[in-house]
């Protein structure tokens, strides 16, 4: 059973407008979120991360929005660039993530000129 | 430069072998973690230590072993026991200062078995 499901495999969206990423979680204990970024052949890096007492935090063009009670999150990207085309995996974790990650199948973001 | 480093970045097995896949991190972090990814998928938590001579199951564990007798040094090793260890095999470390943890993650190795 899937704890974390990024239900777009992929998602194409033009140069300068805004990328929108959605993750739903199941499990009711996760309390820690994040966002990677990866590209083929190499290892995931970290975005952006929110505890579940926030509901919005924002990196530069990244924001990411955290909704408990549907159980759901977001990852903005603005304006979105080509060096933003790269798979996204969202994550969760109980008590920050100590003993480990659950991560959704992630999402092929691609930004087109 | 600080950073994980897993070597070999491919690893080429036969059938049958065990096979170590080395992860190294000179961040000082006390936990680190074994995870894989296949095709499609998701990365999935194989093992995971949050301090030397220490070291718990994730959710693959089975066909796989790790020891953790240094700090900066967290090995796994793939079994002839493991079912499909085909995949790409990333390591990750976090600090446990605080109270959430990111966790950063090596370019991963790349082991293919025929």
């Known amino acids: 059973d899937q704890q974390v499901k990024q239900n777009s495999p992929s998602l194409s969206v033009q140069e300068g407008r805004i990328s929108i990423l959605n993750c739903d979680y199941t499990n009711s204990m996760f309390d820690y979120f994040l966002w990677y970024k990866k590209y083929p052949a190499e290892g995931p890096t970290f975005l952006i991360s929110?505890?579940?007492?926030?509901d919005k935090n924002e990196d530069g063009r990244f924001t990411v929005f955290l909704n408990k009670s549907a159980k759901h999150l977001s990852l903005h990207i603005v304006p979105s660039q080509p060096g933003d085309s790269a798979v996204y995996f969202c994550a969760a974790s109980v008590g920050g993530g100590a003993d480990g990650l659950t991560f959704g199948k992630g999402t092929h973001l691609i930004i087109q000129p | 430069d600080g950073g994980i480093t897993q070597s070999p970045k491919y690893l080429f097995r036969k059938e049958g072998q065990n096979v170590t896949l080395s992860c190294e991190q000179n961040l000082n972090h006390d936990a680190m973690y074994w995870y894989r990814q296949d095709p499609g998928q998701g990365l999935r938590l194989i093992y995971y230590s949050q301090i030397v001579n220490d070291f718990q199951k994730g959710d693959i564990a089975e066909g796989y072993s790790v020891s953790r007798e240094k700090k900066e040094s967290f090995p796994l090793t793939v079994t002839s026991a493991q079912k499909n260890p085909t995949a790409f095999y990333l390591c990750a470390s976090s600090t446990l200062d605080g109270r959430s943890y990111e966790q950063y993650f090596g370019p991963g190795t790349r082991l293919t078995v025929t």
């Open positions: 929110i505890s579940s007492i926030k």
